[in-house]
């Protein structure tokens, strides 16, 4: 059994993204076509994907990616950067490799969309036309959802939850923090970006703290009572942290409702009041903004999409990717995004050859560090049944629980290989040292 599942995440963290494209489908270039003018909005794992294998399956389209970013910085392993384990310029990649391959990159912002016209007005006053456009807008937050917090309270309070400056903010107040001071998450209700998340950086700040300042403390406030590879994170917390880490889910008071970011202070529903030394507030979230300007989002404010293409449901010729999605039972995450922006491209370029989309199915693996050396994983296959997505038995799982150190080694390791492969397929990257 373990074996078995060391043996299938190995395969997809050593193929990374070209594992995802084989579950994804076969694309082979078309050759003789009429060029179809395609905009893709978004250079996350979803955009950037969806861009190169636009270009793969059709070197005669044009691709145009709009991304304001010349050097995109990844969610994924940014944990690590809060732990001491990474650098935040290894989280970093830029677009060049896409350039070589045929992709107009445009760095400026999609202001708005015009779905009736067909084109994308940049913050620079231009307008490009389309025939057909992908949207990876990632996501937004609900600013004002939790009491006290917006985006002023973010620059006290940071949530660091889309990578950049908020994440080397949060970076400076963990370094700066007095030892002896309180750490505290304010994790978010379902759903959000990167189900595993919270708890990763849990694990990575409690690391930091032991090692750095072993007088600290990380308190973890959920608005939920379960999450993502609850029984493995604790297995490890209680290994590696029992002293300095405590998880308080919403059955024991652990839902934030009010934030007081000038006094780093929190209330919780039943009137619990804590106050930290430094405070990481993840709000609830929604799809990018550009999702709304396009008329894609629903009452939800997340993107409802066909299954075999990812279409919008709502907006025809729109196709959307990622985070921003309603993909259930497939999380958000970045081999998710970068699995559905394979599927996207195919599914253009068949249709403006005046062909049926290929079969879609999609793969997804989650690597967390918990400590150094001590890694867990969860993985799962999806695929299409009867106009609905769903995850193929037997597909997949969590780690074994009972593992020995030798396999939370093991799996550490593999999660760096799938960083590596999967950021060379989306962006060219070489492996970070």
């Not at 076509?33 to 190169?52: D, K, L």
Request: charged residues 20%; aromatic residues 10%.
């Amino acid at each position: 059994m373990a074996h078995s599942n060391v043996s299938r995440r190995q395969a997809l963290a050593l193929l990374g993204g070209a594992g995802a494209g084989a579950f994804a489908f076969s694309m082979p270039a078309i050759a003789q076509q009429s060029a179809g003018r395609v905009v893709v909005v978004g250079g996350g794992f979803g955009g950037a994907t969806a861009a190169r294998y636009l270009k793969r399956g059709n070197p005669k389209l044009s691709v145009t990616l709009i991304e304001p970013a010349k050097r995109f910085y990844t969610c994924p392993f940014t944990n690590l950067y809060f732990g001491g384990l990474r650098t935040f310029e290894q989280e970093g990649h830029t677009f060049d490799d896409l350039r070589r391959a045929g992709v107009q990159v445009v760095h400026e912002r999609a202001s708005d969309i015009d779905t009736k016209a067909k084109s994308v007005a940049l913050s620079g006053g231009r307008k490009l036309p389309y025939d057909k456009l992908v949207l990876s807008p990632g996501i937004d937050f609900r600013w004002g959802a939790l009491e006290g917090y917006d985006e002023a309270a973010a620059q006290l309070a940071p949530h660091a939850w889309q990578a950049g400056p908020q994440t080397t903010l949060l970076k400076k107040q963990l370094d700066s923090m007095q030892d002896g001071g309180l750490f505290i998450i304010v994790a978010p209700d379902n759903p959000f970006r990167c189900p595993p998340g919270p708890y990763e950086r849990a694990s990575m700040v409690a690391h930091y703290l032991k090692t750095k300042k072993p007088k600290s403390k990380l308190l973890i406030l959920d608005a939920k009572d379960s999450f993502s590879k609850q029984g493995l994170f604790q297995d490890g917390w209680k290994k590696f942290y029992a002293d300095n880490l405590e998880w308080v889910p919403r059955a024991k008071d652990g839902k934030v409702v009010k934030v007081n970011a000038k006094t780093l202070e929190v209330e919780t529903e039943f009137g619990g009041k804590h106050k930290a030394a430094v405070l990481n507030v993840i709000p609830p979230q929604k799809a990018g903004a550009i999702a709304d300007r396009a008329g894609v989002t629903n009452q939800s404010g997340w993107v409802p999409v066909k299954p075999q293409t990812f279409e919008s449901t709502q907006v025809p010729d729109v196709y959307v990717v990622g985070d921003a999605t309603i993909a259930a039972p497939m999380p958000k995450s970045g081999f998710c995004a970068n699995a559905q922006g394979k599927v996207a491209a195919a599914a253009i370029v068949a249709a403006l050859a005046g062909r049926p989309a290929p079969t879609a199915s999609w793969a997804n693996t989650c690597y967390s560090l918990i400590a150094p050396d001590y890694g867990i994983s969860v993985a799962g296959v999806y695929a299409v049944d009867d106009g609905k997505l769903i995850e193929v038995k037997g597909s997949g799982g969590v780690s074994p629980r009972e593992a020995p150190d030798s396999f939370r080694k093991l799996e550490a390791d593999y999660g760096v290989g799938w960083y590596n492969a999967i950021t060379q397929d989306t962006w060219g990257s070489k492996p970070a040292v």
